[in-house]
């Protein structure tokens, strides 16, 4: 059983940067990013796979967000910039130690381990 602890939340005016950490106790392939906004769907932000680094962002974050990862500290990052309001939301990091293809890390199915979530707000 792997556990995943997210840092990093909080609250930052719109146009500004929070970077989130997902912090793993054991190994994992793929880890992802999605967040859950009040009354609304968890929706995908981002993945990485670990060995090579490949990434895939959702289509409302890129430009804004990046994802990253330090293998040697079993760590993935989530830097978000030019933060809009509609960011807001609880952010979930995600992660398996399965091999999948690129096209079903948007997929909340595809992940075996999640993290309690860690809460994002972006003022106006």
């Known amino acids: 059983q792997v556990q995943l602890v997210e840092s990093g939340g909080g609250l930052v005016q719109a146009g500004g940067s929070l970077r989130l950490s997902c912090a793993a106790s054991?190994?994992?392939?793929?880890v992802g990013w999605f967040r859950q906004a009040p009354g609304k769907e968890r929706e995908f932000v981002a993945a990485?796979?670990?060995?090579?680094?490949?990434?895939r962002l959702a289509d409302s974050v890129k430009g804004r967000f990046t994802i990253s990862r330090d293998n040697a500290k079993n760590t993935v990052y989530l830097q978000m910039n030019s933060l809009k309001p509609e960011d807001t939301a609880v952010y979930y990091c995600a992660a398996t130690g399965s091999y999948s293809s690129s096209s079903r890390w948007s997929w909340m199915e595809s992940y075996d381990y999640w993290g309690q979530g860690t809460q994002v707000t972006i003022s106006s």
């Open positions: 054991g190994p994992t392939n793929v």
């Open positions: 990485i796979r670990r060995v090579d680094g490949s990434t």
